[in-house]
């Protein structure tokens, strides 16, 4: 199955495993670094626009905060905050991603 991209399964794994190795990941590392509050203004506007933290989130967190038992709660707040890193994650891939191809597209032009 080819991606959006136009990337096969095979070229996307094989790039994630090259990621793997410690000197090709540290460039990647080194432009992250230097886009880091740019890039954490985005992530947070897109998180935003996408109502990851909106309601949903204050519902979630009242529920959570709400249960009497410590270990339950606990447990829902671990979960809570796990689900929460996990998008954030997913929305910085993302971000991470259209950065690259805006990128691209710029040294191409």
């Known amino acids: ?9 095979a070229e996307l794994e094989a790039a994630i ?21 740019q890039l954490g203004r985005i992530l947070a506007q897109a998180l935003e626009q996408g109502g990851w933290f909106a309601e949903g989130h204050e519902t979630e967190l009242a529920r959570a905060t709400a249960i009497e038992d410590d270990a339950e709660r606990t447990t829902a707040l671990r979960t809570l905050l796990a689900e929460e890193a996990r998008m954030g994650m997913l929305v910085g891939v993302a971000v991470g991603w259209a950065l690259s191809e805006e990128l691209a597209a710029r040294r191409r032009a």
Request: net charge negative; hydrophobic share 45%.
């Open 1 to 9: 199955m080819a991606g959006e991209a136009g990337y096969s399964d």
């Open 17 to 37: 495993e090259a990621l793997t190795e410690r000197d090709r990941f540290r460039a990647a590392e080194g432009l992250v670094a230097r886009a880091a509050p």
